[in-house]
Nanobody, 126 residues
Framework: QVQLVESGGGLVQAGGSLRLSCAAS????????MGWFRQAPGKEREIVAA????????YYTDSVKGRFTISRDNGENTMFLQMNSLKPEDTAVYYC???????????????????WGQGTQVTVSS
């Protein structure tokens, strides 16, 4: 069992920045692939970014490329999402997730992920 706790969400004006954190329980954090997903009102949950076990490989959905940066600190069992140049369309609940069965790389597929956080709200005003 892996427990995930997100933090760092909030209300920000368009063009602003936020940094999300995801703290994970357990002693095998460095063996997990991880990802950030988001769900806007009335829409399906979608991948935002994903990162490999050591952090060498990353994935971003097209709409956030150049604005968001995913990273992880395996010594602190924490993953981050730095979000810059935020837009109103980035408004959503953001979730972190863990892929326990990863061997290499990352996954942008929701069904690969085994554990999910409770989510943190990000609201971007225009």
């Amino acid at each position: 069992q892996v427990q995930l706790v997100e933090s760092g969400g909030g209300l920000v004006q368009a063009g602003g920045s936020l940094r999300l954190s995801c703290a994970a329980s357990g002693r095998t954090f460095s063996t997990y692939g991880m990802g950030w997903f988001r769900q806007a009102p009335g829409k399906e949950r979608e991948i935002v970014a994903a990162i490999s076990r050591i952090g060498y490989l990353t994935y971003y959905t097209d709409s956030v490329k150049g604005r968001f940066t995913i990273s992880r600190d395996n010594g602190e069992n924490t993953m981050f999402l730095q979000m810059n140049s935020l837009k109103p369309e980035d408004t959503a609940v953001y979730y972190c997730a863990v892929w326990v069965g990863v061997r290499t790389g990352y996954s942008a597929t929701e069904r690969d992920y085994d554990y999910w956080g409770q989510g943190t709200q990000v609201t971007v005003s225009s």
